[in-house]
């Protein structure tokens, strides 16, 4: 899998998160605890990536935010909504990003 397609994977796993937790997060909190594992592999996978200079401040910016992002909505977010929110919009600035790759 190249690079794009590894961080467009991330970007709808971001979307799904923030969709589901939106929805009803006690209702999905097995799946959404499902793909935050899988993007973590995903964001691991491209450590050792390349990136090209015009998206490489804007990924060094997402993995920053990610892990309490991610540790937030492991642990129960205190507003699911506005959860919700970083993540889709994480999500939505990685798909328009991508096409920098």
């Known amino acids: 899998m190249d690079t794009r397609a590894k961080i467009l994977d991330i970007a709808m ?3 799904r998160v ?21 993007t973590t592999v995903y964001i691991r996978a491209l450590d050792s990536s390349t990136l090209p200079p015009s998206f490489a401040g804007t990924y060094s910016d997402f993995t920053k935010a ?9 642990n129960y977010p205190k507003d699911p909504i506005c959860w919700a929110e970083k993540m889709m919009t994480w999500g939505n600035i990685l798909t328009h990003r991508s096409k920098l790759i």
């Not at 923030?18 to 899988?38: P, V």
């Open 66 to 74: 990610y892990p309490s992002l991610e540790k937030e909505g492991l």
């Open 18 to 38: 923030g969709n589901w937790a939106a929805d009803d997060y006690k209702l999905k909190r097995e799946r959404i605890k499902t793909f935050l594992g899988s």
């Open 13 to 15: 796993n971001l979307n």
